[in-house]
């Protein structure tokens, strides 16, 4: 079984900055892809970013703004938020991709971690 745990999120005023976390936890798997959605309420879960072995992409609403990045060695991937809206109020969320011995690929979920822009 695989864990995946967001952290970082929080409160901030309109032109401010956050960094997430995300990190993949257990044994005998290869993570293929490790991006970031976010979901407000009442609205549908929406992709923010992406990081694969193809490249990072980005939603248009955080492009310019928003930086992916990961780190193979520790199962982690960041999500650097500059230049923060209210209209960025959301859980956000880690989806990970992960190829089990076997070649089995399963979806993975955190929790999620509020983030809170004021204006």
């Known amino acids: 079984q695989v864990r995946v745990t967001e952290s970082g999120g929080g409160l901030v005023q309109a032109g401010g900055s956050l960094r997430l976390s995300c990190v993949a936890s257990?044994?005998?798997?290869?993570?293929?892809?490790m991006n970031w959605y976010r979901q407000a309420p009442g609205t549908q879960r929406d992709m923010v970013a992406t990081?694969?072995?193809?490249?990072?992409d980005y939603a248009d609403a955080v492009k310019g703004r928003f930086t992916v990045s990961r780190d193979n060695a520790k199962n982690t991937v960041y999500l650097q938020m500059n230049s923060l809206k209210p209209g960025d109020t959301a859980v956000y969320y880690c989806?990970?991709?992960?190829?089990?011995?076997?070649?089995?690929?399963?979806?993975?979920w955190g929790q999620g971690t509020q983030v809170t822009v004021s204006s």
């Open positions: 257990g044994r005998n798997f290869t993570i293929d892809q």
């Open positions: 989806y990970v991709g992960i190829y089990s011995r076997g070649g089995t690929y399963t979806d993975y």
């Open positions: 990081c694969t072995t193809i490249g990072n």
